[in-house]
Structures are given as structure tokens and as C-alpha cells.
């Protein structure tokens, strides 16, 4: 069985991503209010931090009782071999023209 298969395997099968494979989930779940209006930020520095991940699905869930409000995010990603910014980069023009040349 490969990873793939695995980290697959590993999940419920409530949250499952919508395309395969994947490489890896992450999993940020909030309850406080404080937390979840910092979520964002969290998910953002994560991003940053993994370049050489590609997200190629999100799930949102939400749940409640009496005194709590819960919420989850999921993001499915695939390993890239170079960062996304690397890979679309414009080259560098090493040579000027010279006018009259």
C-alpha cells in the first residue's frame, strides 16, 4: 500500500477529498471565538511555510452544542518538486541591446 493509500485510509469517511490523491491533510479545528478569528492567520502562515505543497482540496465542517461552536478545516495537498513561485518565475534578461549595435 502506498502513502497515498494510507493517509486515505486514515480519514473518516465523512471528510474525504473530493479529487485522489493526495499526499497529506492538514487539520485546524477552532472552538473558542478568539481562535477562530485568528484561523485564518493559522492556515496562512502554514501555507507560507510549505511551498512545496499544493492544495488541491478544501473541506469546511461545523458543529455545535449548547455551548460551543466548533469548526474544522481540512486541507488535502500534493508535494510539488519546486514551489509554485519558483516554477512560474520570469527569467532574467542577461544581455541588453545596444543601440546601434
Same mark, same amino acid.
Given at each position: 500500500m502506498d502513502d497515498r493509500q494510507e493517509n486515505s485510509d486514515r480519514l473518516s469517511n465523512e471528510v474525504r477529498p473530493r479529487c485522489q490523491p493526495f499526499d497529506g491533510v492538514e487539520i485546524w479545528s477552532m472552538t473558542k471565538p478568539t481562535e477562530r478569528q485568528q484561523l485564518g492567520r493559522h492556515i496562512t502562515s502554514w501555507l507560507c511555510a510549505n511551498k512545496h505543497c499544493s492544495v488541491v482540496d478544501v473541506q469546511i465542517s461545523q458543529s455545535s452544542d449548547?455551548?460551543?461552536h466548533c469548526v474544522t478545516v481540512f486541507?488535502?495537498?500534493v508535494k510539488i518538486s519546486q514551489p509554485f513561485v519558483e516554477?512560474? !518565475?520570469?527569467? %532574467?534578461?542577461t544581455q541588453l541591446s !545596444?543601440?546601434? %549595435?
Open positions: 449548547n455551548a460551543y486541507l488535502f495537498w516554477q512560474h !518565475r520570469t527569467p %532574467a534578461k !545596444r543601440a546601434g %549595435a
